[in-house]
C-alpha cells in the first residue's frame, strides 16, 4: 500500500521514500514505493512527472491499493530515493483542477446544470454539462468564478465516513466506497475529489472560457485557468493582430472583413470561370488552324499557358464540336494538367494516353476512352507535349 502524501500535502514538492517492488510498464522500468508525492493519473487529472534520485519519472499509474512510477532508469527494491515532482506541470495541473471545481460549482449553482465529466488536455479542458447552456449564461458563471478566484477564498481538504458525507451538500454523490476526501472551496463548492488543489483559490489567477458547443444532448465548456488562460490570450493576441495586419481592419471588424474578403473571391472564380470558358472557344479555333491533319483526323497537341485544368477541360470540348479530332493540352502551372480527347469515331483512346503519359511523368488521373484527365505531372510541359505526339501519332 503507497502512503499518498499528496493527499494530505498537495503542496508537497519533494519527499524520501524506499522503493519496495520493481516491475515492468510497457517494456520500461516501474518502481513502487512506500510513500509518495508523485499524482497518478485519476479523475480527469494527469499525472505528474519529475525524478526519482537520479532516475526520471515518465508517468505515474494508479493502481488502486499501490503507485506505479514509470522510470527512464531501473532502481533496486529497498533503494532510498529523494523524490522531485516537475512543480510547474503541477502547479498547472492545480490551476486546472480547482478553476474547474469553482467553475463546474458556479454552473451548479447559476444554472442548476450539473457537470457529467471533466477532462485535463495539454492545452485547453472540457466539462460536459448535463444541459445545453447559453452564451449569456455561461458569461454570468465565469464572471461568478473568476469573483470567486479574486476573493482568494482558501481551499481546504478534509475526510468524511459516507455516513457524514451523505449528510453534507456534496455537488455531487460520491462514485466511492469507504472514506472520503473532500474539497471545500469556503463557501462555494464542496466535493469528493482525490485530486491536487491550489492551497487558495487567489493561484488560480483567471478561468478563461474558451468554447461551449452542445454536446450528448448537454453542453461541452472549454476553458482555460492560470498559466494557461496567459498563453492562450497571447495566442490570440498573435491571431487577431496578424489577420488585422492582413486586411487593414480594427479587431472588431475581423469577422465582417473576412466575409467580405470570401464574397468577393467567390464572385471573382465565377468571372474567372465565365471568362475561361468564353475565352476557350477562341482559342479553341486557334488551336484547331495550328493542327495538323494527318490520316482524315486533325492531331491538336499543344501546351498551354495559364490555363487550370477545368479551362483546359473547356477547350478541349469546344474543340471536340469541329470535326475529327484527336487532343492533347498541357498546362504550364504547377501541378502540371494534362486533358486527351478525342471525337467520335477517332481510333484514340484517351484513357491509355494518358496512363502512358502519367507512367512516364507521373501524378494521377484517369477517364474513359473519349475523355480523360490528368494532373500532378513532373516534367517539363514541352517534353510532355513531345511524348504525346508520338501517342496520338501527330
Ligand atoms: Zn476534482
Redesign the pocket.
Known amino acids: 500500500m503507497t502512503e499518498r502524501i499528496y493527499y494530505t500535502e498537495p503542496a508537497c514538492r519533494t519527499f524520501e521514500a524506499t522503493v519496495t517492488d520493481v516491475t515492468e510498464h510497457e517494456g520500461a522500468p516501474a518502481v513502487v514505493l512506500d510513500r509518495t508525492a508523485f499524482y497518478p493519473t485519476s ?3 494527469p499525472f505528474d512527472t519529475g525524478r526519482l534520485g537520479t532516475a526520471d519519472v515518465i508517468n505515474a499509474i494508479d493502481e488502486g491499493e499501490r503507485v506505479l512510477h514509470v522510470v527512464r532508469t531501473p532502481l533496486s527494491v529497498g533503494d532510498a530515493v529523494h523524490g522531485v515532482i516537475d512543480w510547474p506541470r503541477r502547479v498547472d495541473h492545480m490551476q486546472q ?1 480547482t478553476g ?2 469553482i467553475l463546474s460549482a458556479a454552473f451548479d449553482r447559476l444554472l442548476d446544470n450539473r457537470t457529467m465529466s ?1 477532462h485535463m488536455g495539454g492545452e485547453s479542458s472540457t466539462i460536459d454539462l448535463a444541459r445545453e447552456v447559453s452564451p449569456g449564461d455561461v458569461e454570468r458563471c465565469v464572471d461568478e468564478a473568476n469573483q470567486v478566484v479574486w476573493e482568494d477564498r482558501p481551499v481546504t481538504i478534509r475526510f468524511a465516513s459516507p455516513e457524514e458525507a451523505s449528510r453534507l451538500p456534496l455537488r455531487k454523490e460520491p462514485v466511492r466506497e469507504g472514506p472520503l476526501r473532500l ?1 471545500e472551496v469556503t463557501d462555494f463548492d464542496l ?1 469528493a ?3 491536487t ?1 491550489v492551497e487558495r483559490t487567489g493561484e488560480i489567477g483567471l478561468i478563461g472560457v474558451t468554447g461551449a458547443e452542445k454536446f450528448r444532448g448537454g453542453a461541452r465548456v472549454s476553458f482555460v485557468c492560470g498559466g494557461r488562460a496567459v498563453r492562450t490570450l497571447r495566442m490570440y493576441r498573435d491571431a487577431v493582430a496578424g489577420s488585422v495586419r492582413a486586411l487593414s481592419v480594427l479587431p472588431l471588424e475581423l469577422p465582417a472583413a473576412i466575409e467580405r474578403v470570401q464574397a468577393e473571391s467567390k464572385q471573382a472564380r465565377k468571372t474567372i470561370a465565365r471568362l475561361q470558358s468564353e475565352l476557350a472557344v477562341h482559342e479553341a479555333a486557334g488551336l484547331i488552324a495550328a493542327s495538323p491533319e494527318v490520316e482524315g483526323v486533325r492531331r491538336a497537341v499543344h501546351v498551354l499557358d495559364g490555363w487550370d485544368s477545368s479551362g483546359l477541360k473547356s477547350i478541349a470540348s469546344s474543340m471536340l464540336g469541329q470535326g475529327r479530332i484527336a487532343i492533347v493540352l498541357v498546362g504550364t502551372a504547377a501541378p502540371l494538367a494534362v486533358v486527351v480527347a478525342r471525337s467520335a469515331g477517332v481510333a484514340v483512346d484517351a484513357s491509355a494516353v494518358l496512363q502512358q503519359l502519367l507512367q512516364r511523368f507521373g501524378g494521377r488521373g484517369g477517364g474513359k476512352p473519349d475523355l480523360a484527365q490528368g494532373a500532378g505531372l513532373i516534367g517539363d510541359p514541352l517534353e510532355i507535349v513531345a511524348a504525346a505526339r508520338e501517342l496520338v501519332r501527330a
Open positions: 479523475g480527469g487529472q483542477h474547474q471545481h471533466f474539497i466535493s475529489c482525490g485530486g488543489h
